[in-house]
């Protein structure tokens, strides 16, 4: 009986014994009654295939089933928000990814060069909201040749990523679930910005300025977080 290399297979299934104790607490005190039905039903159903992709874990192509994992939360996200919305995100990530590796090389991490790229992107803009430049055309002529000329390191940095994850799915597939069904329940409660009135109008109005006069125009007599961005 050994530890190196891979996880012993009578141990790992420990893992799960907190979930039943977490889950039957949380029932006895009803932490789910105020959470909205809708979202109750998409959460089972992430449960409900997470344990049905669980099942196939022990056949020959359980690497296959662990790139479905993220699948519900996926298309729930496009039913909420639209196709063009989660395609506008897609995009964005590309970009922030592309200004991650120009920035810090190619021998930069995806994880990484992405937070890197993000930060860039959210000061660059933030900083230029007042200004009129905030236009679809002009966001797509910068980004577009940016993809282009970094389209290679991107490659790559995908190709990477890809056969590390690969790896992990092959060798610890289990935690790469419960990974992703964390990953997926958490997210629904990023789809808002926010349960606050305040918050919420903040970020309803910025995007609302920004197509309606490609500029954000500040106000506190109207709006406390008016500077946030």
């Known amino acids: 009986m050994t530890v190196s290399g891979r996880s012993l297979p009578g141990w790992r299934w420990l893992l799960l014994v907190p979930l039943p104790v977490l889950l039957w607490a949380a029932w006895q005190q009803r932490l789910f009654a105020p959470l909205p039905q809708d979202w109750r039903l998409l959460v089972l159903a992430i449960a409900a295939w997470h344990l049905l992709l669980s099942a196939g874990l022990w056949g020959r192509a359980r690497t296959g089933f662990v790139w479905l994992a993220p699948l519900p939360a996926l298309l729930a996200i496009a039913a909420f928000a639209g196709v063009g919305a989660v395609a506008a995100a897609g995009l964005i990530a590309l970009v922030a990814l592309a200004l991650g590796l120009w920035l810090g090389g190619r021998s930069l991490g995806l994880g990484l060069a992405l937070l890197v790229g993000l930060g860039v992107l959210a000061g660059a803009l933030g900083w230029s909201s007042a200004l009129p430049l905030h236009r679809r055309w002009l966001y797509l002529l910068l980004a577009l040749p940016l993809l282009w000329v970094q389209r290679h390191a991107i490659a790559a940095a995908m190709a990477r990523a890809f ?3 690969r790896v992990l799915a092959r060798r610890h597939p289990l935690p790469l679930l419960l990974l992703s069904f964390a990953a997926s329940v958490a997210s629904t409660g990023l789809w808002l910005p926010s ?9 309803l109005s910025v995007p609302a300025q920004l197509l309606a006069f490609a ?11 008016g500077y946030v961005p």
């Open 163 to 165: 056969r590390r994850t």
């Open 195 to 203: 349960l606050n009135y305040d918050d919420n109008a903040l970020h």
């Open 215 to 225: 500029r954000y125009q500040p106000d506190l007599m109207h709006q406390a977080w």
